[in-house]
């Protein structure tokens, strides 16, 4: 080690404070970016392997395939590896004559390597090993009334689905229809090709495939044998990027290709370009956030450390240093931060989020999965720590290459007298005397020293500026992902759904099917509201020209509907019809929602009230904008009154093809002012796939409504669940006990199982979020503790000469607390613009995937200004707490 190296260990080791707050700001940076990483790491992997374990391992799925296309997709050079499946064909089955969706069995053949590319899942037995072996699921009756087991022999009809002379195709759905006793009849026929007799060698639990069509339950046979009619494949390509490239290679043939969405999209392949450019968008903003916060903290490190080797810099130059050799120094103490700093930093990364996942693993899991099994577990790569070691190396070469240019401009003769920061011009210390008035000496004193000094003062500001818009824009991530997430996301908020009929049940029994889903093991909210479907009339300048290009050509009901006299007179008798969805809410929901719209519910209330809340946003993808869109289905502001007219329920007005006349019309008609939009709905209510205007009614109300209109109303329970696996096997085994009003387990639908992908996304978002703050909070912490005690202690000969003037701790105090405040308010000057610009940056990116609103920084905002005054005083306390104890003379005898 030359003297050069060895003179900047022992500078180090003299300022331990600054040089162990620098390492920590090293151990942070990296910390931070290696706990990104891998987060993101852990999480795509377990997703990934949940999603071959239910979606299936493969790229590209070829259904209806033909010979010829077989035969290129085998020869082609990026497929990696194809396996097929061949269609037997359909067996019709007679035990489920009346049931809608499981009339046939549809039958296909496998082996070992597709069944293991399918991730297909047995419960008991084997897969089937020639033409003359089937496994099947166990839920369908095959022999009379009786369920399929291991060791059965089944006899079936083999052949096709016929309707009007023509075979349906393997995707065709159930055609079928209901006679005027309302009763299930089938529009299609069965042609049987063959009939063969099956030994059963295994019962299904699942496999990853997802069926197209709603004719038949999936059953699988041996290979072997010439009875099939269609082949379908499934391929994994060499390159799973060139998925969607691959699909529109071939499409125009005979096969219809599908990709294995939820596989692919775990690793980074999606066929939505315009959703992908949004997210690397918004991790771009987040690494260049990481990087700011993390060189502001370790450049004001370095910074500071030059400011106070400055006389050591001209001391050395003045004996022969030549500027290369100190430049070389300030690089030294960079590399042993460094060394030091970052593989504590990559370590304690890796150890958080391992503890973290240890203790909230399996709870992720089970809120994606239902199931514990497993949990999501620490998971890593070379590629990610070498990522996270190299941004880490490079923070710090930012950091100290710019002090380390400012050396090369120091003259020995400045760098002795370390007054180059200090250039004080007469009118430049003079303070306003408002200054002295309001906070006297000290605060004249305060403001002098950050007008003789603005350099030192000016980083000050930085480091606080910075803290504070650190701190907002990881809220501000936070909240547009959050945002995004669920604007382009299915994933309710509730776990299940339960539907009632009221006619069935009656009040008195729908209340207390509600009071036994309340009972359901780990519920914790179970909140219903009614629903029913009607029609509604408008003027047609009232519907929005994109509310037509969405349903089409609204019917007019210019030949039924006849208005007031006076409407005729002038010729306004022609309205708009268009479908709507009515939600009857609780009294208490309604005024819950009414007051988070800013508007008072009792005038919406009362029993001859005409007043409706109205929702008209459609959340869709379109097409033509290759993003997700918000679109609004009426013209008008939210406070802007439209009169309108609640006709009859939807299907009753156009029974039978035939539209109701015009005294049925009349005689449904309510007059109704849709009063006031709202811009959210209860978040129990879903409203993906929603086209239509959304009329929210009082149960105070519901009478009048219902009533006039002779609509068919249902209510939908919805229960949510801290673990909705125990809760669903609870809730159905009640409700299969339940002998009364109605209550039948099948009507429980498990919204967490359907959108377990999406609700798995959310949960991996919020995690990253709050852990992304969290750290971010420590890093804006270190960058102010580091700022502030390092220049309060360069200050104390400063201070001891004040006190040999006899200013005493509580003036000092005072002082040091208008000093605070210049930093504080300029901060907080420059921390409202550039967080404001930082937020219509992210909208910017979040606008080109999905129409997400503006997000004010106001609340992070407020949140970083007191967490950053909380550190600047707590360091500022700490700090004097040291000069406190500081020997007067000793401090003026320092050079």
Request: hydrophobic share 40%; glycine share 8%.
């Amino acid at each position: 080690m030359n003297i050069f190296g060895q003179i900047t260990k022992k500078t180090m080791l003299m300022n331990k404070s600054r040089t162990i707050v620098t390492i920590i700001g090293v151990i942070l940076a990296t910390a931070m970016v290696t706990a990104v990483v891998t987060l993101g790491t852990s999480i795509q992997k377990f997703m990934y392997d949940y999603s071959v374990q239910t979606d299936g391992n493969w790229h590209v799925a070829a259904k209806g395939i033909s010979q010829e296309e077989l035969r290129d997709m085998k020869q082609d050079k990026e497929v990696k590896e194809l396996n097929v499946m061949d269609e037997a064909g359909y067996a019709k089955l007679d035990s489920q004559k009346d049931n809608v969706f499981n009339q046939y069995l549809y039958i296909q053949s496998i082996d070992e390597q597709t069944a293991d590319m399918m991730s297909m899942k047995l419960k008991e037995g084997r897969l089937p090993e020639n033409e003359n072996e089937i496994i099947l699921y166990d839920t369908i009756p095959i022999n009379g009334d009786e369920q399929a087991k291991i060791g059965d022999q089944i006899t079936l009809d083999i052949g096709d689905r016929m309707i009007e002379g023509e075979r349906l195709l393997f995707n065709a759905q159930l055609e079928y229809g209901y006679d005027e006793n309302g009763d299930f009849y089938l529009l299609e026929s069965f042609q049987p090709r063959y009939t063969h007799t099956y030994k059963v060698v295994g019962i299904l639990e699942h496999w990853g495939d997802t069926q197209l069509n709603g004719a038949g339950t999936d059953a699988f046979i041996g290979k072997g044998g010439s009875q099939k009619t269609v082949s379908n494949a499934y391929l994994c390509l060499k390159n799973p990027k060139e998925t969607f490239n691959f699909i529109q290679k071939y499409e125009g043939g005979s096969a219809a290709l599908i990709a294995n969405t939820g596989m692919l999209k775990w690793l980074g392949v999606s066929g939505n370009a315009t959703a992908m450019g949004m997210i690397n968008g918004l991790l771009t903003i987040l690494i260049i956030i990481i990087g700011v916060g993390a060189v502001s903290l370790i450049y004001n490190a370095f910074s500071i450390s030059l400011r106070e080797r400055t006389t050591q810099f001209g001391l050395l130059s003045s004996i022969g240093a030549t500027r290369k050799q100190l430049r070389r120094s300030m690089w030294y103490e960079a590399f042993w931060v460094g060394i030091i700093g970052i593989p504590i930093g990559i370590l304690s990364g890796l150890a958080g989020i391992g503890i973290t996942l240890f203790f909230i693993g399996e709870s992720l899991a089970k809120w994606i999965r239902g199931a514990a099994a497993g949990g999501i577990r620490l998971a890593t790569s070379p590629g990610a720590i070498f990522l996270a070691a190299s941004v880490a190396a490079v923070i710090i070469a930012v950091s100290v290459w710019i002090p380390a240019a400012r050396v090369k401009r120091i003259t020995p003769i400045e760098a002795i007298r370390a007054n180059k920061d200090i250039k004080v011009k007469s009118k430049e210390v003079k303070s306003p005397k408002f200054i002295r008035k309001i906070f006297g000496l000290e605060g004249m004193l305060a403001d002098k020293n950050y007008r003789r000094d603005r350099k030192k003062y000016r980083a000050t500001v930085f480091s606080l500026t910075v803290s504070i818009v650190l701190f907002t824009s990881a809220t501000l991530f936070s909240k547009y992902l959050s945002k995004t997430g669920a604007f382009m996301l299915e994933a309710p908020e509730y776990e299940f759904q339960y539907q009632i009929i009221e006619e069935e049940t009656g009040e008195e029994g729908r209340k207390e099917i509600q009071k036994l889903l309340e009972s359901g093991e780990k519920v914790t909210d179970v909140v219903s509201y009614g629903e029913f479907s009607a029609t509604i009339a408008l003027d047609p300048q009232d519907v929005s020209s994109k509310a037509e290009e969405i349903l089409g050509n609204i019917p007019s009901l210019s030949e039924y509907y006849f208005g007031t006299e006076e409407e005729e007179a002038k010729g306004e008798k022609e309205k708009s019809c268009t479908s709507i969805t009515g939600l009857i809410l609780p009294d208490e929901e309604f005024e819950k929602l009414a007051k988070d719209e800013g508007i008072d519910a009792k005038t919406y209330m009362q029993k001859e009230n005409n007043k409706v809340l109205y929702y008209d946003f459609y959340r869709h993808y379109d097409n033509k904008e290759s993003r997700y869109v918000k679109t609004e289905m009426i013209n008008g502001k939210k406070d802007d009154p439209i009169k309108a007219d609640l006709l009859m329920s939807f299907g009753k007005l156009f029974e039978n093809d035939d539209m109701a006349t015009a005294e049925q019309i009349q005689d449904s008609k309510k007059e109704i002012v849709l009063a006031h939009k709202v811009q959210k709905l209860p978040e129990y209510f879903n409203d993906w796939y929603n086209p239509f205007i959304l009329l929210l009614i009082p149960e105070s109300q519901k009478d009048t409504i219902i009533s006039s209109i002779d609509a068919d109303l249902t209510y939908s329970c919805m229960i949510k669940s801290s673990e909705y696996q125990k809760t669903y096997e609870d809730l159905c085994e009640k409700l299969e006990n339940g002998d009364q009003n109605g209550m039948v387990a099948e009507r429980l639908m498990n919204l967490a199982q359907q959108y377990e992908q999406d609700r798995g996304i959310m949960i991996a978002i919020r995690v990253l979020s709050y852990g992304f703050i969290i750290l971010i909070s420590l890093i804006a912490a270190a960058n102010v503790f580091n700022t502030i005690s390092t220049n309060i202690m360069i200050r104390k000969r400063e201070f001891a000469m004040l006190k040999s003037m006899g200013m005493g701790e509580k003036s000092m105090r005072r002082m040091m607390n208008y000093e605070c405040l210049i930093y504080g308010i300029r901060s907080i000057f420059y921390g409202v613009i550039l967080s404001v610009a930082i937020s219509f940056a992210m909208n910017y990116v979040v606008m080109t995937g999905a129409d997400v609103a503006f997000q004010h920084p106001w609340g992070g905002l407020c949140v970083a200004v007191l967490w950053v005054f909380a550190v600047v005083f707590a360091t500022m306390l700490y700090s004097m707490s040291k000069i406190k104890k500081q020997n007067i003379i000793e401090e003026l005898k320092k050079d």
